[in-house]
T-cell receptor, first 115, second 112 residues
Protein backbone atom coordinates (compact mmCIF):
# COMPACT_ATOMS: atom_id res chain seq x y z
CA UNK A 1 0.00 0.00 0.00
CA UNK A 2 1.29 3.42 -0.95
CA UNK A 3 1.47 6.09 1.76
CA UNK A 4 1.00 8.84 -0.79
CA UNK A 5 -2.59 8.93 -2.04
CA UNK A 6 -3.55 10.49 -5.34
CA UNK A 7 -7.04 11.18 -6.64
CA UNK A 8 -8.57 10.64 -9.07
CA UNK A 9 -6.91 7.55 -10.53
CA UNK A 10 -8.13 8.41 -14.01
CA UNK A 11 -9.25 11.71 -15.52
CA UNK A 12 -10.51 12.58 -18.98
CA UNK A 13 -10.89 16.25 -19.76
CA UNK A 14 -11.48 18.49 -22.73
CA UNK A 15 -9.15 21.26 -23.73
CA UNK A 16 -11.49 23.92 -22.31
CA UNK A 17 -12.08 22.21 -18.98
CA UNK A 18 -10.67 23.09 -15.57
CA UNK A 19 -9.82 20.20 -13.28
CA UNK A 20 -7.60 19.50 -10.29
CA UNK A 21 -5.41 16.61 -9.19
CA UNK A 22 -5.05 15.93 -5.50
CA UNK A 23 -2.24 14.37 -3.49
CA UNK A 24 -2.19 13.61 0.21
CA UNK A 25 0.41 12.20 2.60
CA UNK A 26 0.34 11.77 6.36
CA UNK A 27 3.96 10.83 6.96
CA UNK A 28 4.91 14.32 8.16
CA UNK A 29 7.01 14.93 5.08
CA UNK A 30 7.73 18.58 4.33
CA UNK A 31 8.89 18.23 0.72
CA UNK A 32 6.34 17.38 -1.97
CA UNK A 33 6.79 16.90 -5.69
CA UNK A 34 4.82 16.73 -8.93
CA UNK A 35 6.18 14.63 -11.79
CA UNK A 36 4.87 13.95 -15.29
CA UNK A 37 5.52 10.58 -16.90
CA UNK A 38 4.95 9.79 -20.57
CA UNK A 39 4.75 6.20 -21.76
CA UNK A 40 8.06 4.30 -21.71
CA UNK A 41 9.91 7.27 -20.22
CA UNK A 42 11.19 8.11 -16.75
CA UNK A 43 9.28 10.69 -14.70
CA UNK A 44 10.05 14.35 -15.40
CA UNK A 45 10.09 16.82 -12.54
CA UNK A 46 7.52 19.62 -12.68
CA UNK A 47 7.34 21.29 -9.26
CA UNK A 48 8.81 20.96 -5.78
CA UNK A 49 7.36 22.39 -2.58
CA UNK A 50 9.26 22.71 0.68
CA UNK A 51 7.39 23.72 3.82
CA UNK A 52 4.36 24.63 1.67
CA UNK A 53 6.38 27.07 -0.42
CA UNK A 54 7.24 26.56 -4.08
CA UNK A 55 10.94 25.75 -4.28
CA UNK A 56 11.41 24.52 -7.83
CA UNK A 57 9.41 25.16 -11.01
CA UNK A 58 10.92 23.36 -13.98
CA UNK A 59 9.67 25.96 -16.47
CA UNK A 60 6.26 24.31 -16.59
CA UNK A 61 3.60 26.04 -18.75
CA UNK A 62 1.17 28.22 -16.80
CA UNK A 63 -1.75 25.96 -17.73
CA UNK A 64 -0.43 23.82 -14.83
CA UNK A 65 -0.83 25.58 -11.50
CA UNK A 66 0.37 23.91 -8.29
CA UNK A 67 -0.89 24.63 -4.82
CA UNK A 68 0.18 23.41 -1.39
CA UNK A 69 -2.54 24.47 1.08
CA UNK A 70 -1.02 22.61 4.04
CA UNK A 71 1.78 20.24 4.89
CA UNK A 72 -0.24 17.14 3.96
CA UNK A 73 -1.90 18.23 0.77
CA UNK A 74 -0.68 19.08 -2.72
CA UNK A 75 -2.91 20.05 -5.64
CA UNK A 76 -2.28 20.51 -9.34
CA UNK A 77 -4.83 22.73 -11.08
CA UNK A 78 -5.25 22.15 -14.80
CA UNK A 79 -6.70 24.60 -17.31
CA UNK A 80 -6.72 24.74 -21.12
CA UNK A 81 -4.56 21.67 -21.51
CA UNK A 82 -3.39 20.25 -24.81
CA UNK A 83 -3.62 16.63 -25.99
CA UNK A 84 0.16 16.31 -25.57
CA UNK A 85 -0.33 16.88 -21.83
CA UNK A 86 -1.89 13.44 -21.60
CA UNK A 87 0.34 11.45 -19.25
CA UNK A 88 0.63 9.83 -15.83
CA UNK A 89 0.98 12.53 -13.15
CA UNK A 90 2.85 11.36 -10.10
CA UNK A 91 3.04 12.95 -6.69
CA UNK A 92 5.92 12.21 -4.33
CA UNK A 93 7.14 13.27 -0.91
CA UNK A 94 10.20 13.00 1.28
CA UNK A 95 10.93 14.09 4.85
CA UNK A 96 12.93 17.22 4.01
CA UNK A 97 14.06 18.80 0.76
CA UNK A 98 17.74 18.56 1.62
CA UNK A 99 17.77 15.22 3.42
CA UNK A 100 19.81 13.61 0.69
CA UNK A 101 19.81 10.08 2.09
CA UNK A 102 16.03 9.87 2.01
CA UNK A 103 14.21 8.44 -0.98
CA UNK A 104 11.12 9.90 -2.55
CA UNK A 105 7.85 8.12 -1.79
CA UNK A 106 5.56 8.06 -4.81
CA UNK A 107 1.82 7.76 -5.16
CA UNK A 108 0.15 5.58 -7.80
CA UNK A 109 -0.51 8.53 -10.04
CA UNK A 110 -3.39 10.03 -11.97
CA UNK A 111 -3.74 8.88 -15.57
CA UNK A 112 -4.80 12.04 -17.46
CA UNK A 113 -6.24 12.02 -20.97
CA UNK A 114 -6.86 15.33 -22.72
CA UNK A 115 -9.32 15.14 -25.62
CA UNK B 1 25.57 17.67 -14.27
CA UNK B 2 24.52 14.39 -12.70
CA UNK B 3 23.41 11.54 -14.94
CA UNK B 4 22.41 7.87 -14.76
CA UNK B 5 22.90 5.31 -17.52
CA UNK B 6 20.97 2.07 -17.53
CA UNK B 7 21.24 -0.92 -19.80
CA UNK B 8 18.88 -0.81 -22.72
CA UNK B 9 15.81 -2.99 -22.54
CA UNK B 10 13.59 -4.71 -22.91
CA UNK B 11 14.97 -7.70 -21.05
CA UNK B 12 13.19 -11.06 -21.28
CA UNK B 13 14.13 -13.95 -19.02
CA UNK B 14 12.73 -17.31 -18.07
CA UNK B 15 11.46 -17.89 -14.57
CA UNK B 16 14.23 -18.78 -12.07
CA UNK B 17 16.93 -17.18 -14.25
CA UNK B 18 19.60 -14.88 -12.80
CA UNK B 19 18.99 -11.17 -13.34
CA UNK B 20 21.44 -8.31 -13.73
CA UNK B 21 20.41 -4.81 -14.76
CA UNK B 22 23.41 -2.54 -15.18
CA UNK B 23 23.42 1.01 -13.85
CA UNK B 24 26.30 3.49 -13.90
CA UNK B 25 26.27 7.09 -12.84
CA UNK B 26 28.14 10.35 -13.28
CA UNK B 27 28.11 12.67 -10.30
CA UNK B 28 30.49 14.65 -8.13
CA UNK B 29 30.87 13.72 -4.50
CA UNK B 30 28.85 10.94 -2.89
CA UNK B 31 25.30 10.74 -4.17
CA UNK B 32 22.63 8.49 -2.67
CA UNK B 33 21.58 5.74 -5.08
CA UNK B 34 18.18 4.10 -5.50
CA UNK B 35 16.38 1.46 -7.49
CA UNK B 36 12.67 2.02 -8.10
CA UNK B 37 10.23 -0.47 -9.63
CA UNK B 38 7.07 0.40 -11.55
CA UNK B 39 4.50 -2.34 -12.04
CA UNK B 40 1.95 -1.94 -14.85
CA UNK B 41 -0.58 0.77 -14.10
CA UNK B 42 1.09 1.84 -10.87
CA UNK B 43 3.41 4.50 -9.51
CA UNK B 44 7.04 4.02 -8.55
CA UNK B 45 7.96 1.96 -5.52
CA UNK B 46 11.31 2.16 -3.80
CA UNK B 47 12.99 -1.22 -4.20
CA UNK B 48 16.28 -0.54 -2.41
CA UNK B 49 18.80 2.17 -1.65
CA UNK B 50 22.43 2.76 -0.73
CA UNK B 51 23.80 5.99 0.66
CA UNK B 52 27.58 5.48 0.79
CA UNK B 53 30.34 3.55 -0.91
CA UNK B 54 30.28 -0.25 -0.44
CA UNK B 55 26.75 -0.14 1.02
CA UNK B 56 24.59 -3.02 -0.17
CA UNK B 57 20.88 -2.42 -0.50
CA UNK B 58 18.57 -5.42 -0.53
CA UNK B 59 14.85 -6.12 -0.67
CA UNK B 60 12.58 -8.93 -1.95
CA UNK B 61 15.62 -10.94 -3.11
CA UNK B 62 17.06 -8.02 -5.09
CA UNK B 63 20.49 -6.62 -4.25
CA UNK B 64 22.69 -3.76 -5.43
CA UNK B 65 26.09 -2.60 -4.16
CA UNK B 66 27.29 1.01 -4.30
CA UNK B 67 30.63 0.82 -6.12
CA UNK B 68 32.40 4.16 -5.99
CA UNK B 69 35.44 2.97 -7.94
CA UNK B 70 33.35 1.92 -10.93
CA UNK B 71 30.51 4.42 -10.32
CA UNK B 72 28.03 1.58 -10.58
CA UNK B 73 24.92 0.29 -8.80
CA UNK B 74 23.94 -2.86 -10.67
CA UNK B 75 20.70 -4.61 -9.70
CA UNK B 76 20.81 -8.41 -9.25
CA UNK B 77 18.44 -11.20 -8.30
CA UNK B 78 19.32 -14.84 -8.13
CA UNK B 79 16.03 -16.34 -9.27
CA UNK B 80 13.38 -14.17 -10.90
CA UNK B 81 9.65 -14.80 -10.83
CA UNK B 82 6.86 -13.85 -13.21
CA UNK B 83 5.72 -11.30 -10.63
CA UNK B 84 9.03 -9.42 -11.08
CA UNK B 85 7.90 -8.28 -14.53
CA UNK B 86 7.99 -4.48 -14.35
CA UNK B 87 10.03 -1.42 -15.32
CA UNK B 88 13.09 -0.78 -13.16
CA UNK B 89 14.59 2.71 -12.72
CA UNK B 90 18.01 3.49 -11.31
CA UNK B 91 18.19 6.96 -9.73
CA UNK B 92 20.38 9.23 -7.65
CA UNK B 93 20.15 12.31 -5.46
CA UNK B 94 23.26 14.37 -4.94
CA UNK B 95 24.18 16.79 -2.20
CA UNK B 96 23.22 20.32 -3.23
CA UNK B 97 20.73 19.12 -5.84
CA UNK B 98 17.21 18.43 -4.65
CA UNK B 99 16.19 16.65 -7.82
CA UNK B 100 16.03 12.90 -8.31
CA UNK B 101 17.98 12.02 -11.47
CA UNK B 102 16.56 8.94 -13.22
CA UNK B 103 17.97 6.50 -15.71
CA UNK B 104 15.86 5.72 -18.76
CA UNK B 105 14.33 2.61 -17.18
CA UNK B 106 14.62 -1.08 -18.11
CA UNK B 107 11.53 -3.10 -18.92
CA UNK B 108 11.79 -6.65 -17.58
CA UNK B 109 9.53 -9.49 -18.69
CA UNK B 110 9.70 -12.91 -17.04
CA UNK B 111 8.32 -15.87 -18.97
CA UNK B 112 6.93 -18.89 -17.08
Amino acid sequence: DTEVTQTPKHLVMGMTNKKSLKCEQHMGHRAMYWYKQKAKKPPELMFVYSYEKLSINESVPSRFSPECPNSSLLNLHLHALQPEDSALYLCASRPLLREYNSPLHFGNGTRLTVT
Amino acid sequence: GDSVTQMEGPVTLSEEAFLTINCTYTATGYPSLFWYVQYPGEGLQLLLKATKADDKGSNKGFEATYRKETTSFHLEKGSVQVSDSAVYFCALINFGNEKLTFGTGTRLTIIP
